[in-house]
Structure formats: C-alpha cells, structure tokens
C-alpha cells in the first residue's frame, strides 16, 4: 500500500500537474515572460528531484519555500526577530526574482 501511494505522489501526481499547466496570461497578451513565468515548472522538476533543473528554471523557488515556512513557523511560534527575519527573506526573494527577471532579457 505504501509503494503505491509513494508511486502515485512521484509519478501520477506530478503527470497530473504537468497537463494541468496554467497558461502565462501576460505571456500570451505581450509577447514577454512575467517575472513569474517558469515557477509551475521548477515545481514540477522539485517534485521529481531535479534540484538542479529547478534552480535553473526558477531560481527564486527555493528561498520562496523557505520565506514560506518560516512564515508559517512564525505565526505559530512567535519569534523574537520573526519579523525582521521575515521582511529580509522578502527583500531577499524579491531581489533574486527581479535578478533572474533581468537575466532572461540579457541572457
């Protein structure tokens, strides 16, 4: 039983997110990718553990996972600094989406 709902979450689970892909709405209107354009599938090559193919496609993902759950640590725990902490991993992740924005248009 085990083997086959491990199965499903790493094969029909991930076949399953990659037909149901949600088009880029500002790709498809301007011609350009969005700041976000790549993150469905850095996910879906997570899933799959490809750690690095990830990276490549999306690198902001990572440091959105852990803002994320350090947020939701933080809601629980109530950290001494958690706000601090939370607003530099904002400006962190902000900046490394807007240098990999860049870097699509240079590159």
């Not at 199965?7 to 969005?34: H, I, M, N």
Request: net charge positive.
């Amino acid at each position: 039983m085990i083997n086959t709902a491990h199965a499903f979450l790493t094969t029909g689970f991930v076949d399953w997110l990659e037909k149901r892909q949600l088009p880029c709405f500002y790709k498809s209107v301007f011609g350009l990718e969005c700041p976000g354009c790549g993150i469905q599938r850095a996910i879906i090559a997570l899933l799959q553990g490809d750690l690095s193919g990830s990276f490549k496609l999306y690198p902001a993902l990572l440091p959105l996972i852990a803002m994320f759950v350090f947020l939701i640590a933080h809601i629980f725990y109530q950290f001494k600094n958690g706000a601090k902490i939370l607003t530099l991993l904002f400006v962190f992740n902000v900046t490394v989406i807007a240098i990999a924005y860049l870097c699509k248009f240079i590159v």
